[in-house]
């Protein structure tokens, strides 16, 4: 079952925009088809009878000097062990042997043989040479058994991340983020609230990306239907109230903090314990303002530290973002207009406009919500850089 998700793995691959080959062995030929690799792939299939043709090429050594990393998936204890034991006796534990600068292994297997002792070694010996792994999951085994445990393949999406992962330049190495995303939910009673539509995917981007960038990354979430990113402390939460304490908790071990968290303004003065009946006429709420976070960290920010914030708005809103920045003592602020097309909510992209509180603007134009994550980033990494070498500046003048 696994095998027959390799195609599947090539395409995510290339959707993501990476060039790939695909290389086969001969048991897993005996799985899936060349054609629906050589397709999904948009190129032949490398396969072991090529690699001992007669005229054949040197494909394990083209394979290892080609690729920025080997993509085992999926990867069966047979596979580990031969790879383990220094063998080369196919094409793939022949590439490894060639020099494959990185290796990603994608295992799937039962779970006695996934638990099994020899499993185990063979996998810390190749985490010692520096092989990363992708799972195993939970789940359900083959389909004509009613097995289940840790031993599925990740899907296609999931090893997609952790390519991305492992090609991205840890230029963030070393700092630590806190992220917040999602909307906050203020309560009337214990069924009713106030929220807003916030999927917190844009907080999500932002938490992944700066993870596959090297940061430490702690995702302080409001209610969402996104799943934990994997490699990413996450902290859940629902109400303002909640979110300011998971964030200046720890604000000061932050070395740069993005608010892409949808706060509500207002929260109910008070909460009922029980559900409120249903009454006839006018039924008057009074509301509270909630925490106000972006005030209180602008307020404790030190000199090393950014801090980033978002500024929605539903018609022009840049001299109120404007004023927000300065307001809160933001380094940068992302002033976006979910209500437009091309950046609504739910929506996997953004449009929005950067203000620094240098004066400049810039403006992404649509981008998915990756894309404008790495240009807020770009921005962060150079503040950080920027502050540090002033503060180191400064260190150098009172020496």
Do not use: C
């Amino acid at each position: 079952m696994a095998a027959m998700k390799s195609p599947f793995l090539l395409r995510r691959l290339r959707e993501a925009g990476y060039l790939v080959r695909a290389a086969a062995s001969d048991r897993a030929l005996a799985f899936t088809t060349e054609t629906a690799l050589a397709v999904a792939a948009g190129g032949a299939v490398a396969t072991d009878a090529r690699w001992f043709a007669a005229a054949g090429d040197a494909l394990h050594i083209d394979l290892a000097r080609w690729a920025d990393l080997l993509v085992i998936a999926p990867a069966t204890a047979a596979g580990l062990a031969r790879a383990a034991s220094g063998l080369a006796e196919d094409l793939i534990t022949a590439t490894i042997l060639a020099g494959a600068r990185k290796v990603l292994w994608a295992p799937a297997m039962n779970p006695e043989m996934w638990h099994h002792p020899a499993t185990r070694a063979n996998v810390e010996t190749l985490k010692e040479w520096g092989h990363a792994f992708v799972g195993p999951e939970h789940g359900a085994m083959a389909a004509a058994s009613e097995e289940s445990g840790l031993g599925r393949m990740s899907e296609p999406e999931t090893i997609v991340e952790h390519v991305r992962y492992h090609l991205t330049t840890k230029d963030l190495e070393g700092r630590s983020f806190i992220v917040s995303a999602g909307p906050t939910r203020e309560y009337f009673d214990p069924v009713r609230f106030i929220s807003n539509p916030s999927s917190g995917k844009m907080g999500y981007a932002i938490a992944e990306a700066a993870r596959d960038r090297g940061a430490q990354v702690l995702l302080v979430s409001g209610p969402t239907t996104l799943p934990d990113p994997w490699g990413i402390e996450v902290v859940r939460v629902e109400r303002a109230e909640e979110m300011y304490a998971a964030i200046t908790e720890r604000f000061s071990r932050a070395n740069a903090v993005v608010m892409a968290a949808a706060v509500a303004d207002w929260q109910p003065a008070h909460t009922a314990s029980e559900k409120t009946p249903k009454k006839k006429g006018v039924n008057m709420v009074e509301l509270v303002p909630t925490p106000d976070i972006l005030a209180e960290l602008g307020h404790r920010k030190k000199p090393g530290q950014v801090l980033a914030g978002f500024a929605m708005e539903t018609r022009e809103g840049r001299e109120r973002a404007r004023a927000k920045l300065e307001r809160k003592n933001l380094d940068l602020i992302a002033l976006n207009f979910p209500t437009r097309s091309d950046s609504a909510f739910g929506s996997d992209y953004n449009n929005v406009e950067l203000l620094f509180a240098n004066g400049h603007v810039e403006a992404t134009g649509r981008l998915s919500k990756r894309a404008v994550a790495e240009r807020i980033l770009d921005h962060i990494h150079e503040l950080l850089s920027e502050k540090e070498a002033g503060l180191n500046a400064e260190q150098g003048k009172t020496s």
